[in-house]
Nanobody, 120 residues
Framework: QVQLVESGGGLVQFGGSLRLSCAASGSIFSINAMAWYQQAPGKQRELVASITSGGSTRYLDSVKGRFTISMDNAKNTVYLQMDSLKPEDTAVYYC??????????????WGQGTQVTVSS
């Protein structure tokens, strides 16, 4: 069984920084990609940033230049460094992982979510 455990959310002022962490645990053969999604009240969950095991990254346009995703393959952990935070970044942030177990099939896992609140 695979679990994703997030940490690092909280309350921060406009222009501040936070670093989210998400550690995958369990019988993991290979993590192919990890990502962070955000879901604001009344809105759909959307991709904020993703990273493959090879290091390729993608970002939501509104966070480019402010957020940085990174992954420590040895620790099965993904990070999201969030700088120059704005009130519109306020949301629950969810960790996501695509994991395989020695076959071509990929399984998707989600963390429980961590609240990020940016005050103006």
């Amino acid at each position: 069984q695979v679990q994703l455990v997030e940490s690092g959310g909280g309350l921060v002022q406009f222009g501040g920084s936070l670093r989210l962490s998400c550690a995958a645990s369990g019988s993991i053969f290979s993590i192919n990609a990890m990502a962070w999604y955000q879901q604001a009240p009344g809105k759909q969950r959307e991709l904020v940033a993703s990273i493959t095991s090879g290091g390729s990254t993608r970002y939501l346009d509104s966070v480019k230049g402010r957020f940085t995703i990174s992954m420590d393959n040895a620790k099965n952990t993904v990070y999201l460094q969030m700088d120059s935070l704005k009130p519109e970044d306020t949301a629950v942030y969810y960790c996501y992982a695509q994991i395989s177990f020695g076959t071509p099939h990929e399984y998707q896992y989600w963390g429980q979510g961590t609240q990020v609140t940016v005050s103006s």
